[in-house]
Every structure is written in C-alpha cells, then in structure tokens.
C-alpha cells in the first residue's frame, strides 16, 4: 500500500544562486555554495569531504522534541516529577501504536518521501536519490513498547532516522541513491508473541500466514491480520524483501545493559547478536486442597515449575549464558488450592549457538527428571517428595547468533570516529547485542551494523529507561553519518545482495 507523497514547499525548491549551509558554516573554505541553473544544485554526498560530514550534525532539540511528542500516544507509568520522565505502554497495532504510526507516515510524506506499507505493517519512508534504480539505504527500528517499557527502546531509532531526513533536507543534501527510514512491526513480540515477526517476514524466515495467524498474549483473542486490518495499516504490498528490497540497514537503539556506561563510553559498534530460544513450559499435576492434602499426596504443579526455574539459572551459571522466565500462568488460582496446571516462559540466551543447544538439550532431559521427582542438581533438598506429574515443552522461537555485515561495521566506525573527535579511541567499544533485534533479521538479506548508545545503569524494558539527551544526539550523529558514507561507497562495488533491478 503506496500513500501519496506530500513534497517540500516549491519556495523551498527555487531558493537564490547564493545560499548559506548552516551546518557547514565551520568547513574552511566553506561559507556560501553558489547554484547554477541546471537540476544538479544541491550538495551532492560524494562532493562532501571529512570536514563537510563532521559539520554535519543533527538537532538535538529537534530530536528530542520528536521522541518525547511520540510518547504522548501509550504513555506509561511515571516515575519522576519531570513531564518526560514516564514510562511506555504502546503495545503493537493498539490504539496507540495507531496514532504514532500515522504521525511518521504524516511526518516523513512531509520532508519528500513516498511511504509504502507492507502486509505485515512495516511502513518504508524513502527519499528519492540522484538515482533511483538500486534500492535504498535504510536507517530502521520499532515504534511499539514494552507494557513496562521505557521511552527510548526503538523509539530512539525511529525518530533518529526521521531527525536524518530532517538534517537533509536542511542541509540541500542530495544521496547518490534513495535513503529511507522503515518502522518494523511488533519487534518486542509484547503482544503478539514472536519478536521481531515482521521483520521475519520480510526476510523470508517467518511464514506470513504464521504471523497473520499470531495470537496475542491472554487475556485477547486478536490475531495480528485482524488487528492490521483493524487500524489501518495491513499494506498490499508484499512483506519480503524482494517486494522492499534494502541496499543496506542501520538500526541505532540503546545498549539496554551496563557495559557503555560501566566502561565511560559514548558508541557501541555492535558487530553481532547472540543467539536465542523462547519456550513454553506447561506442567500438569493435580488441583486438591491445602489443608486437607499433605505434602506427599500432592502433585504441585507450581512447586514443580519453581524447581524447573531455579535450575534453569543453575545451568545458565554453568554454561556462562542466560536464562529467564517472564511469564507464569497458573490454575485455578485460589488461595486454598494446590494448582495442578502451570504454564511459564522461559528464554535462553548466549553468543554461541553451541552452548545454546546445550542448554536446550539439558533443559529438555532435567525437567522431565524434575516433573518425575528426581532430585536434579539439589532440586529437591530440604523439601518433601510428592507426586510425579508431566511437563510438555514447546519451543516457540529461535534465533541464531548474528554476525553483521563488515562493510557496515566499518562504516559505523568511521562515522563513530568522525563525531567523537580526538579522543574517539577512548569512546568506542566494539560490541554484541545481548538483545535481539529486527536487524538480526535484516542482516540475511542486505548488509547490516547496529549503532548502541549507553542507557542509565543498562535499565530497559521498564519505565525508568533513560538516555542522556547528549547521547541520543551523538547516536543519531553517528546514524545520518553511517548511512552517508555508506550511500558515497556503494556505487564503488555491488553491494545490495542480489536485489536488483529496482524501481522506486
């Protein structure tokens, strides 16, 4: 689904033979650029050099403008006296998520770029280059939350990447080839419970039935299709990549841990993800009553899952990984009945995708032992032995650790070194995300890098999330600057991954 595309003012278009580069005023040599008549007057990226693109900066006002305007829709719990300082509650294809969605369509068709919604939702701002035959270069993330989240997780990459069309249009810069910035669809995987579905989609790995035919988490009944249709945003135009092809994929976003800030650095330059499984475990003993029923005569569903839980961190500790739980469900939930029916989420998580396998393997044997009675790693010290009750274990997701594109890593350095000055060495660190991303995705069809900036004590996923404003503006720097430099090298060598020819 194409929406029409509304251009800059003509005003804009016609302005006089001098003109004053605000954001090049520093370059020497540089004050005015005078304009011929022909079509080509604007700055074209392969005519900047280093001191033209370290000028090049965003509006840090602007771009925090932008991202606390689009927290209005799905605002959160509070936890400071501060107008911005709330939480985000913008669940995927809510209400909310609605009014943000149209807000980016409205405000990127309002700096030149035709916007195209897909069918699974994802919505691609492009702004026309000098040549239009390859596809474009992208700077992309996610608009919906956490139900506990914060205002900066995908947020930040989103209204970045429109802040870069903003410093471009400013600025008279003209791409080689078309650049855009693209809104993935239900990357937390909050409500619809597979992350970064839509992205899935696109490159091929999730079956577009499967993710139409998603559930949302209960109490709802919606499917993600019914859903889309719902607010308005279920595209014709096919979720794939060889329907959206990419040239290339920078995603900023914040770390969501400690190490940046623990290490007193400004820049992650993430060159991969680690690898990751979610399950369902379901347990299944027998309801009987508290007080009449003794230890040994029970079948606890909910003491059987704490074991199973406690041992899961248990073997993340042995394996050096991670495990989690996020949700248990429990029957039938009154005060004097043992449940016999529990249902909880488990994720595991790791950089290798052997010790990941490990884990599973481990996790599928012990459990059974667990549910059976046995005594695993000291599961049942101290605690009386019940009945034997039966688990099922269900894999829902996986992901396989990620490397990145190197052209693109090196890329985000450079442009990491240009905005930090002098003293860059000491503000990089070379990194792998903890967290999956839709750039795990993107990464097996066009060539891909993540730019992390530090958030406060690596809080994420919870209202309190926060990001320096100095740091926000210095990712989004590194952002506009990644994609320039990528857009000045890709005519140099085939770089797109067999998605050509392109017409935009």
């Known amino acids: 689904m194409a929406l029409p595309a509304r251009r800059l003012p003509s005003v804009l278009r016609v302005a006089g033979k001098s003109f ?23 700055l074209r990226t392969k005519e900047m050099d280093e001191d033209m693109l370290k000028s090049l900066r965003v509006n840090r006002g602007r771009l ?31 209400d909310a998520d609605k009014k943000a969605r149209d807000w980016f369509v409205e405000t990127t068709q309002a700096l030149g770029c035709k916007t195209t919604v897909d069918a699974m939702g994802n919505i691609f701002a492009v702004r026309p280059g000098l040549r239009n035959d390859l596809p474009p270069t992208y700077a992309g993330s996610h608009l919906d939350t956490q139900p506990t989240g914060g205002r900066y997780d995908g947020v930040l990459g989103v209204t970045a990447g ?63 299709k019914e859903e889309l249709r719902r607010i308005g945003y279920l595209g014709s135009t096919p979720a794939s990549y060889e329907a959206m092809p990419m040239a290339a994929h920078f995603e900023l976003h914040i770390e969501q841990g400690p190490l940046l800030e623990m290490s007193n650095k400004k820049i992650g330059v993430v060159k991969g993800v680690q690898a ?39 073997l993340a500790t042995a394996h050096s990984a991670l495990a989690s739980t996020g949700i248990l469900n429990l029957s039938p939930g009154s005060t004097n009945t043992v449940p016999g ?26 459990f ?59 503000l990089l660190m070379e990194m792998t995300s903890g967290a999956g991303h839709d750039s795990v995705y993107t990464s097996k069809r066009c060539p891909t890098s993540m730019i992390f900036v530090p958030c406060r004590e690596g809080v994420s996923h919870n209202p309190e999330e926060f990001c320096k404003e100095e740091d926000c503006a210095l990712g989004a720097d590194v952002l506009l600057q990644s994609v320039i430099r990528f857009d000045r090298v890709r005519g140099e060598r085939r770089v797109s991954w067999k998605q050509e020819p392109y017409t935009l």
Request: hydrophobic letters at 35%.
């Open 20 to 42: 004053e580069y605000p954001a090049l005023r520093s370059c020497a040599g540089i004050g005015h650029r005078s304009f011929t008549a022909t079509s080509k007057w604007r």
């Open 64 to 94: 925090m403008e932008d991202l606390h305007y689009t927290s209005q829709w799905g605002t959160g719990a509070r936890w400071g006296e501060a107008p911005t300082e709330t939480g985000m509650s913008r669940l995927a294809l809510s």
């Open 162 to 224: 429109v802040e870069m069309l903003k410093v471009l249009a400013d600025n008279w810069v003209e791409t080689e080839y078309p650049v855009g910035v693209v809104n993935w669809t239900n990357e937390e995987g909050a409500r619809f419970p597979i992350s970064m579905v839509s992205s899935g989609v696109w490159a091929g790995s999730v079956p577009l039935e499967t993710a139409h035919n998603l559930k949302e988490v209960l109490p709802g009944t919606k499917t993600m």
């Open 276 to 314: 990751y499984k979610w399950f369902t475990v379901h347990i299944k003993g027998r309801d009987t009553h508290t007080g009449t029923t003794d230890l040994k005569s029970r079948a606890d569903a909910l003491l059987a899952a704490s074991k199973m839980i406690v041992h899961s961190h248990r």
């Open 341 to 366: 029916d529990v249902t909880f989420s488990l994720d595991i998580r790791s950089p290798s995708d052997a010790t990941v396998t490990r884990m599973k393997q481990a996790i599928l044997e012990d």
């Open 368 to 426: 059974q032992k667990i549910a059976a009675g046995e005594d695993v790693m000291g599961s049942n010290e101290n605690c009386t032995s019940g009945l034997p009750l039966t688990v099922t274990i269900t894999e829902d997701f996986s992901s396989p650790a990620t490397l990145f594109d190197t052209d693109c890593i090196t890329t985000v350095s450079s442009a990491s070194h240009c905005v930090l000055g002098p003293n860059s060495n000491n």
